[in-house]
Each structure stands twice: as structure tokens, then as C-alpha cells.
């Protein structure tokens, strides 16, 4: 790119990367507090009930309980991300509407005698009909899981776009499916928690939280507890992964600051792995049908889908979620006809909530495995149907969003040669196989309320340089991401900046990590706030040398006119001097930033752009199928992503090869198996996502574009990767051993079942 | 009942009081304050407790502390010699071999064992070695060169 940076584009590692191989970086659960009380939940045992009675007395009276609470004795208020979609209270009231729904809560002295307070509390329940799965829960008569929701349908869009049905008389072919992506958990290695302390003289609770979005948290907390957010200070410590399931508020968090407020303790709140399985979120299973229009030459013309979401017993970030799924049909493809109905139903399992892609992947898997579908159908190689129809930089979307930057058809080649296509795809011996995906994702949500960033960056009088910012680091390193951009803008080096982040009670506002936001958004307040300082120091330090500030750099630790290094100062010197000058110290830089918005951006209320830039990107995965045992080996898996400029290019590989982790899990190994309600498989040994035994030999490529919205260039990295390799894998698989799998995950027993079904065949290559 | 008892860990020895079903990992976070041994799972299925006990990787969470009596405890705390990183700590900050960190300690711990037990592993031994250690968000391609890198160092010196 011909830029000349010193630590922006650099690999360099983690800020905090030292405190975490050291077993010092603090996680939720690592804190302890004089005097901590523990608290820990009891839960429905039954998918949908009416609560008769709770009686707590004799967990009360176990010597060591501090206080029991139920549904009965909190505030008539319920949360949820999306203000008009609230639906859940932080313990059921009427009624309980999943296994694993909250129904009271005990704090103890400790972890023990809470559990055992839990056994003591007695709940009479009237077991109510309840309803697994969505398209079953939207037929007349079906049980209701919230009364006020008639067939169970709690969000609905439909859109329309270009000339709707119309399109498909024009269309040369017309291809139909219906596809199935099922329950996926994020599993984050470190379990959920909270711990709350409240200073009653000040009426002030302080919460840590394992929480992606500490702003988010507050105002839920806020509400829920009757409390000003001004009275509530939410402290995000190292989260030890989220994936989007540390989005929404939970029960411990409501409770722990419920008990610290009521019994003036610090109180401390863990869920046990079984409980992240069935009581915190998961990825929505989702029924997509897609019909696809193609004109002769290989352009798709036209697309209508139908998408059921099972969202399990509440709403969480449902009109977000299906209105990304919607959007985000119209690239990285041309899809000049559009129309989309999508259904978010209630059903009595566990909630789906954002999961890395949010609502994307399940429509992506759909669209690119039907596109292979096609290619072989028309007899078009697949990735040239992906070249020919990608959408292009400057290009319009029928949603209006605003394309600035676009390395969508160079992904496609470049995955393409680095997994071998051409030698390769419809090549190999049976039971070998190419294929692939793309995919595009947004950097960040351009307009709602908290949708925008602040920072402060103090230059202090070592030259060392603070920045106070509300982004979550939540283990992808947004924390060094923005020291970097700092650092660059100010000419130091990564050593000299220390960041302070996602306090409430101390840095600017700041949305939190979702959405794929943070480089760009927080980036970019960080950034501005570092021009700011830089600024008051060139103008003090052009009159010194008597230079146009305009000519001033800030490079190594030194200002000078460019091109001329002699002619300058250290900053040492510069801000020596600067303090007896008599100006005002210290030198603070701020900056806000929101992206270029026009109302509505939302796209719940309206087409228009939806994120700052979008980030595009091309998955190819070689796969070998074991026709024996069924297994599948995922040999090397190629990522081709245009993240922009890359700020720093080891975290976005780290990002890029867990995503091809984590869409392996998808495709082949990972479901969270439900049988009338009940979670079958809520810990890791029964879950199963991928070891290191399953590692594929795996190639990242950045494909750079300089974005002009994004910080030095930069676009997301963190979810669009994990799109599409769950349908790159599946359609390595249809190249393997010639057969189309509609449904994830794909599991050794259905492709046994798949390989009897065709009659003894499988000895030689056949395609459909 | 508890048992007054003295366990060995990294070099030190503590006098704590414990009942006979608390486990390591238990007594290690909540008596010892040792809180770089994580719990993941409490069953024995993520790696994140990992400890070393007379040099083997053993998984805290499954292991009673009062079976730890009389045995060299090592956990993520005391892998650091003064002021210096260990190799393997080292090799994971530089290759980018963590993201979250709350599996690291657990890793670090495991491939030490492994290391110890086999200087110069294969790549495919060590992916074997490391298997029960669950990372959700590196993808392992970082990890497994991390310890591959400090494998390749110890076969120069030795």
C-alpha cells in the first residue's frame, strides 16, 4: 500500500498477552472481595409450566443462607437488547417457558450451601403443553409460550425488493430448497458470572460482569433493578471468549446486585458449564427455503426466501438478528430481486441469541450451498458463478447500503488458487473433494442509540500515553487494536501506551463488542482523539521551529517537518517544553465518532446503509470422506478475507483461524441436541467442538482494500470469517462423494445413511 | 470432617484445612488464591485446570487435594522463574497463541508436561498431547507452533 507505519500493519502481540500466560489476567470468577457471599440459581425442570407456589422457607432456614428470592419479589420489569422486543424477566414470574428458565435464587456463604439451598425450595408447577419445534409452533392451536404472541410469532419481516415475484418470470431457470442449520452454543471457556458490591451510603452498585457490552448491561440493570443508570457502574474484567453469548443481561447479573443491594455484601454469581449450555443463549436452528431465479449466462436475477427461526422461549436479539439475515442476502452477490419473509417463533428450548454472524450464517449456508446446487445444475464451475455474480465496489444495493470497498471476486480467486481448484474440483479420487463459500459482514451498526464510541488519550509528562476507551476486549484484542492506532497517530511505540477500558464509571460510551464494530468504531474514536492531542502539541511545537504545523510528523518518539528529521524535537523535549511555556497541561485529546448516518439506519424501520463498510470474504475447504465410517477429514481449509487494511495482522489471522474452527463445528460436529426440551448434550465431552486432532492444515489471506470510512483502512474481521465455512465444507463434500447435504450438521451417520441410499454406488464417482 | 494438611505448590508449602471431597482445583482458587488455574467445566472436559504433579499434567478439577499431600504441586503461577517468562510462556506471547487466555494457563501447563516427557516431538504428537485442552477461540494452528517453536529450541540446545 505504499504507507509508511510503524505500528499500525504490525504483527505484534496482545497487550495483556503477558498477564495471560502468566495466570494473572483477572477473569470474573478470580475476583474476591472481603466478606463475598455466593449465589447460585434453581431452574425449571420442565419446558413450560405454570408456577402455583414457591416455598423458600426451608432453604431460608439452612443455616448459612443469607436471602432467597423468587419471580414474586422483583420488580414487574422485564429486559431484553432491543427495547421493543423485551420479554424476559431476570426470574420467571407466571410461568417458566424452558428447562433452564430461572426460577429463584439463594445466596450463602458459600458456593455449597447455596447449591444445597437450591434442593430445599419447593415448586409446585402445572405443566403446560409445550411446542419443540417452530413450524409446528406456528399452527393454529399450537400452545402459546407467551400468551400475548399469537402463533408463537413474536417478530416478522417481509421485504421486497426491485420487482418482487415478477423478477422470476424473466429468469431463464428457477431453482428451489429448503435447508436446515441447527443449534449451535458458544462455549466459551469461561463460564458466565458476576460479582456485585453496592455502597448504600451512595446508593452505587458496582458489578463485574463477564460481559460483551458493559453500556448495554447497565441500562438492562437499570431498568430492571428501578435503579439510575448514573447509580450503576458495570466493570468488564478479561472475558474469557463470548462469541455473542456474553450479549445479553443474564439472571446472575440481575441477582448479584440484587443481593449486594439487599444484604450489603459483595455477591458473587458462576454458572456451571451446564448452565451456559441451557440457560444463556445459542445460535437460532433455522429453516431457510430459497428460491433462486438465473438467467442463462450464470446471473442470478432473482431470489425469494422464507426463513423460520427458532428462537426458543424468548425474543432476545431477534429483530436484529433476522433483519441481518435478510440484508445481508443482497452481497456479497448481486441480487438486483429480492423478496424476504422471515419469522422469528417461539418454542419452549433454550433462547438463540447473537452467535458470531447473527442470523447470517444459517441464510448464508443456505444460499452458497444452493448456488453449488446450480452450478453443477447449469454446468457453470462454481467459483466463477461466485466471480461473475460478486458485487462490486460503488455498485448499488437494493437495501441501500453504501459499498465503498469490495474484495469480494479477488477472494474468490485467490481461495480459489490456494486451495487448488482448478487441478482439484471434480478431479480427485472418490471420497476427496473442493468447495466453497462466501460471505460479506458489516463493521459495526451504523446508527442506534449507544451506537457510537468515545475516547480520552492523555500525553503525560514521560511522553508515556493513556487512553481511556469503552470498547470490550473480549480475548480478541480490541484493547491493543486501538493502543496501536494511537500509538501510530502520536509516533510511539506500542510500550508507551496504556489502556484503561469498559468501565462505566470511567471510560466514554461505548456499544461494547457486537456486531463486528469495535476496529471501526472505537478505532476511529481513538483515533480522533489522538489527532486532537497531536494537534495542540504541532501547533506548539511549529511556532518553536518556526514550520507550518500542516509539515509536522510524529515518528519514534520525535516531531519534526517532514522529510527533515533534524529539524525537530522529542517529545520528551516537546511536552518539557510545552509545560513551561505555561500552557495548559495536561494535553488531552477527545474524540466521538458515529458513522456517516442518515435516519432510519436501522433497517428495522427502513432500508438504508446499514454499517460504515463491509468486510467480504471467501472460504475453501478440501475435504476427505472416510466412506466407511462416514467421517469426514477437513484436510486445509483456505480463508481469503478483505478486511480492509489490516491493523494488526496477527490477531486477524488468530480471528481467521478460530473461525475455521468454529465453522467446522458447525458443519460437522456441533449441535445442541434438544429432546422434548431437554438439553441432551450440555457439556464439552457430549458437545464435542473441534480439538487440535482436528486442525486442518489452514492458509489465511488478507486481501487488502484501504476502506476510506475505516481506521488506517480497516474493516471487521471478527465474524464475517465465520459464515462460510460450514457451506464450504458441506460442498467439498458434494465434490467428495457426489451427494448434497440440506441440513448441519453433517454427521458420520448421515453420510452412511446418504451413501446406502444410493444403492450401492458409492464405489464410483457420480455426480448429480 | 477436615483434614489439616500441608500441600506443596510451586516451591511453597501452605497449611490449609480441607474436607476429603474438595478438589485441587477448589483448594488451589478459593484457599491458596491461585486463580490462574481456571475452571471450565468442573468435569474433567476443557484442559482449563491443567496443574502439573510431580511433573505430569493432571487435571485439577478431577484430582481431591488431599490426594496432592506429599506430592510437588506446579501450577501456572510458579512456571515463571523471577522476573523471566518461560519459554513456553514466552513462545505463546510471541506467536499469538492466546486470544481470551482463559485456556492458556491450562495449555502452557499441558505442553510443558509434554515437553518434559518428550523433547522433540512431532507436530502430530503434540496435537495429540494437547488434544484435551479445548480453545474456542485461536483455532490451535498458533498454539500447536508455539510449543512446536520451543520444542525446535530445546533439540538445538540439547
Known sequence: ??????????????????????????????????????????????????????????????????????????????FGIVPKAKDEYALAKQKVRYVGDAVAAVCAVDPETAEEALELIRVEYEELPAVFDPL????????????????????????????????????????????????????????????????????????????????FLR???????????????????????????????????????????????????????????????????????????????????????????????????????????????????????????????????????????????????????????????????????????????????????????????????????????????????????????????????SNMSHLASGAVVQLGQDGAVTVLTGAADIGQGAETVIAQIVAEELGVPLEDIRVTAADTGITPLDPGTFGSGVTVRAGNAAKLAAISLRNKLFEFVAQKLEANSADLVAKGRKIYVKGSPDRGLTLLDAVKAYRYADLPMPIIGRGSWMAPAQEPTTLLKGDGNFAPNYSFMTQAAEVEVDTQTGKVKVVKMVTAHDCGTPINPLLVEGQLEGSIIGGMGQ?????????????????????????????????????????????????????????????????????????????????????????????????????? | MKHAVALSVNGDTYDVLISPNETLLDVLREKLGLMGTKKGCDLGACGACTVLVEGEAHLSCLMLAIDAVGREVV??????????????????????????GFCTPGMILTAKAALDEEAKPTEASIKKKMAGNLCRCTGYKKIIEAVSSVAALSGKEG
Request: charged letters at 25%.
Open chain 1, 219 to 445: 441500562r438492562n440493570l437499570a431498568t430492571t433493578l428501578l435503579v439510575p443508570e448514573s447509580k450503576i457502574r458495570v466493570i468488564k474484567p478479561k472475558v474469557g471468549g463470548g462469541f455473542g453469548g456474553k450479549i445479553d443481561m443474564f439472571a446472575k447479573d440481575f441477582c448479584a446486585c440484587w443481593f449486594a443491594m439487599k444484604l450489603g455484601r459483595p455477591v458473587k454469581f458462576v454458572y456451571e458449564r451446564e448452565e451456559v449450555f441451557i440457560a444463556t443463549r445459542q445460535r437460532h436452528p433455522m429453516y431457510v427455503t430459497v428460491k433462486t431465479g438465473m438467467k442463462k449466462d450464470g446471473t442470478i436475477h432473482a431470489q425469494r426466501f422464507w426463513a423460520y427461526a427458532d428462537g426458543g422461549a424468548y425474543n432476545s436479539t431477534a429483530p436484529l438478528m433476522i433483519t441481518l439475515s435478510c440484508y445481508f442476502l443482497m452481497v456479497p452477490y448481486r441480487v438486483p430481486n429480492l423478496i424476504y419473509e422471515g419469522h422469528h417463533v417461539y418454542t419452549n428450548k433454550p433462547v438463540g441469541g447473537a452467535m458470531r454472524g447473527h442470523g447470517i450464517p444459517q441464510a448464508r449456508f443456505a444460499v452458497e450451498r444452493q448456488l453449488d446446487k446450480i452450478a453443477v445444475r447449469m454446468g457453470i464451475d462454481p467459483a466463477e458463478l461466485r466471480i461473475k455474480n460478486s458485487i462490486h465496489a460503488g455498485e448499488d444495493h437494493p437495501g441501500g447500503f453504501i459499498i465503498n470497498t469490495c474484495g469480494f471476486a479477488e477472494s474468490v480467486k485467490k481461495a480459489a488458487e490456494a486451495i487448488g481448484w482448478k487441478e482439484k474440483r471434480g478431479k480427485l479420487p472418490f471420497g476427496r473433494g473442493v468447495g466453497m463459500g462466501g460471505a460479506s459482514f458489516p463493521s459495526g451498526v
Open chain 1, 667 to 768: 458443519a460437522l460436529y456441533e449441535n445442541v441436541i434438544v429432546e422434548n426440551g431437554q438439553v441432551m448434550n450440555p457439556s464439552f465431552l457430549d458437545y464435542g467442538f473441534p480439538t487440535a486432532m482436528e486442525m486442518p492444515e489452514m492458509e489465511g489471506i488478507q486481501v487488502i482494500t484501504d476502506d476510506p470510512l475505516g481506521p488506517f483502512g480497516a474493516k471487521e474481521s471478527g465474524e464475517g470469517t465465520q459464515l462460510a465455512p460450514a457451506p464450504a465444507i458441506v460442498n467439498a463434500i458434494y465434490d467428495a462423494i457426489g451427494i448434497d447435504f440440506n441440513e448441519l450438521p453433517v454427521t458420520p451417520e448421515h453420510i452412511l445413511k446418504a451413501l446406502r441410499n444410493k444403492h450401492g454406488k458409492t464405489g464410483s464417482r457420480e455426480k448429480a
Open chain 2, 75 to 100: 501450577t501456572i503461577e510458579g512456571l515463571a522463574q523471577g522476573g523471566e517468562l518461560h519459554p513456553l510462556q514466552r513462545a505463546f506471547v510471541e506467536k499469538g497463541a492466546l486470544q481470551c
Open chain 1, 136 to 215: 409446528e409452533a406456528m399452527k393454529e392451536g399450537a400452545p402459546l409460550v407467551h400468551e400475548d404472541v399469537p402463533n408463537n410469532i413474536s417478530i416478522s419481516i417481509r421485504k421486497e425488493f426491485g420487482e418482487g415475484e415478477k423478477a422470476f418470470e424473466k429468469c431463464d431457470f428457477v431453482f428451489e430448497d429448503t435447508f436446515y442449520s441447527q443449534a449451535v452454543n458458544h462455549a466459551p471457556l469461561e463460564p458466565h458470572a458476576a460479582v456485585a458490591q453496592f455502597d448504600p451510603l451512595r446508593g452505587e452498585i458496582v458489578i463485574w460482569s463477564s460481559t460483551q457490552i458493559p453500556f
Open chain 1, 1 to 78: 500500500m505504499g504507507k509508511e507505519w510503524s505500528v499500525v500493519g504490525v504483527r505484534l502481540p496482545m497487550l495483556d498477552a503477558g498477564a495471560k500466560v502468566k495466570g494473572t489476567a483477572q477473569f470474573t470468577d478470580d475476583l474476591v472481595l472481603p466478606g463475598m457471599l455466593h449465589g447460585r440459581i434453581l431452574r425449571s425442570p420442565l419446558p413450560h409450566a405454570k408456577i402455583l407456589h414457591i416455598d423458600t422457607s426451608k432453604a431460608e432456614k439452612l443455616t448459612g443462607v443469607k436471602g432467597v428470592i423468587t419471580g414474586k419479589d422483583i420488580p414487574d420489569r422485564k
